[in-house]
């Protein structure tokens, strides 16, 4: 079982930039899909952002339409981590953060309920 520990959450404004950080235990993290979900309160579980492994050092990356073009997940194989970039934070994306992975590969880690671990979650306020 990988284990999944997020950092980086914190409260920001409008506009403002931030960084999330996921690292995670596990001896075949290469192909594992990594990917970021999010919750904000009396909502439901959203897909965020992917990266799944296609061959040698190809991978594709996935995002949710809300945060395309402002976020970006990228991954440090040597350092087994995932991290999230978001730019241009707005209110809606306020949510509790979480850094999955998925071991079959082929998976795009766009489905919740297709992952097999998942961290603690970090929060993300985003303040107007």
């Known amino acids: 079982q990988v284990q999944l520990v997020e950092t980086g959450g914190g409260l920001v404004q409008v506009g403002a930039s931030l960084r999330l950080s996921c690292a995670a235990s596990g001896r075949t993290f290469t192909s594992y899909t990594m990917a970021w979900f999010r919750q904000a309160p009396g909502k439901e579980r959203e897909f965020v952002a992917s990266?799944?492994?296609?061959?040698?050092?190809?991978?594709?990356?996935y995002y949710g339409d809300s945060v395309k073009g402002r976020f970006t997940i990228s991954r440090d194989n040597a350092k087994n981590t995932v991290s999230l970039r978001m730019n241009n934070l707005k209110p809606e994306d306020t949510a509790v953060y979480y850094c999955a992975a998925e071991y079959r590969r082929g998976v795009d880690g766009k489905v919740a309920e297709e992952m097999d671990a998942w961290g603690q979650g970090t929060l993300v306020t985003v303040s107007s």
């Open positions: 990266m799944r492994w296609s061959a040698g050092s190809v991978y594709y990356a």
